[in-house]
């Protein structure tokens, strides 16, 4: 026993390496973000000689921070809300009616989740671009559906299979409609995948670079579209630079927090199925 | 006879209830500009409009491309060595992160963060520090590794965009293999050491067969996100230098919207996507395989 105390001891030292090792660029971005130029250029490592907030303050200012923030956060939620909405009812009509059509259409849903963003995106551009469909947020809320409905489908389809069709019947006897059974009945059972399909697409949204930056305008933007040219902007002045990294960062570290469980218990069910 | 039409009436007035917008945001979004974008391929679309077909001409211009050539094998190799670094690391992260200890979801955290992150600001964290931080550091602790800024050299540069992709991918990674790793049962593992199992011999002759469904998992994102990768290449590296490390996902983007080939460019894109599909379910058939016979 008192060996495997040694051995434990040495694989988390080794752990404890590791995670420092990981930590250590954002790290890096942290300390950096509290100098000036001058002081990154000698000595990255070293400790700030004093604690500069003003690059913080003049980053917020230049990325339209609160702006890029709230575009990022409402493009999320709505987002979110009608992949959930949309999909779920897709799913619980593929699983519940068995028709040559609603396999093939259940098969095509599969298959579409390899079908690489880029081998449709310039068709996408030319076609979303001459109905004016480009340049606006609810479109790229639209988009989302699009794009994010197939994954979620299959998420609840997965779950829905399961739930016995003597619930549905029972609820149609006592007068439900089908609309109705599904909202009051199935959904409220829905919920351990909801959250599952809620953070998966929350991150993929949030994080998402390519297809913003081919809808969006300038005052539209999100958060990773405007750190991106602000960096893009300022690369001169690193310590300003730096600070615009770490106020991105900020809200998805916070939210990772706050729902680490639920964050963790999503990503691995969403994987795993 | 009555009764199958009124079972098909209710069918089709569910369908309008339930099925019906979602799949035509779907059909809108995704199926018609990837229908249409095969269809341009074989004309002389100029981005907006076509006057004639071409039949092949698109994909014989493609493949005489010789920076799409590049770009193929540049992927490749990324694709390799980020499929066995990122699960090797991974899955050694997730034997380390179960052993019960003090501390190991700290661990666990450390390891996942850069995921929660997107890769086009995790580009920028590893920008300065390769163009910055790292040179200086070296320099003051006089280690030869990091000293030339490693984004300049092509070599250098490409396994940049593999280590970044490693610390990206191997904490989501990590999570799938343990995942795996808790649902094997007790009792298989108390049996394997009451008959004498130690260490290695359960890791690879007992956990790692009852956990392939993991693997195939894993191995499957890890191939189908590099494949795709796309905003790591953006932000690090640009594709720079010399378009030495550019991706085809990159190179796609470019051809089209850099340089205005939209014919080719999207020649290539239907390329990397039949790729992408035959790698994809070779993968999956080849990693089935395996779990069936064990």
Redesign the interface.
Known sequence: MKRQRVI?RV??A???V???L??F??F??LL?SFKEKRA??????ALPEEWLFANYLEAAEKMDYWISLGNSILITILSVGAIII??S??A???A??K?KF?AV?FI??VS?M??????????????FG?LGMLASQPALV??Y???G??MS?FLYHGFIKNIPTELDEAASIDGAS??AT?RRIIFPMLNPVTATVAIINA?WI?????LPSLVLTQEQRTL?LR??VF?GTYTSD?GL??AG?VI??IP??AF?FLM?KQ??AG??AG??K | MARTTAKRIANIKNFAIFGLIPLMIFALVLVTPFIRGIFYTFTDWNGFEYEEFVGFANYEASLADETFWKAIWMTFGYVGASLVLVNLVGFGLALLVTIPMRGANILRTAFFVPNLIGGVILGLIWQFLFDQALPTISENFNLPIFQENWLLKPDTAFWSLVIVTVWQMSGYMMIIYVTGLMSIEKDVLEAALIDGSTGWRTLTQIKIPLMASAFTISLFLTLRNTFMAYDVNLALTGGGPYRSTELISLHVFKEAFGFGFFGTGQAQAVLMFLIIAVAAITQVIISKRTEVQR
């Open positions: 434990n694989l988390f080794m752990g404890a590791l995670a420092i990981y930590a660029p954002f890096m971005v950096n990154i250029r000698n000595d990255p490592l949309v999909s009812m897709l619980y009509y593929l519940r009616t028709t609603s259409t095509i849903l579409s390899i079908v690489p963003f880029q081998a449709l995106m310039i068709p996408f551009v030319g076609l001459s639209f988009f559906v699009g794009f409905v197939s489908t089908a609309f599904f991150l949030w994080n998402d670079y390519l990773p750190t991106y960096y690193y630079a730096m990294l991105s960062i998805i570290i990772y680490q964050i963790i990503v691995s994987a795993v």
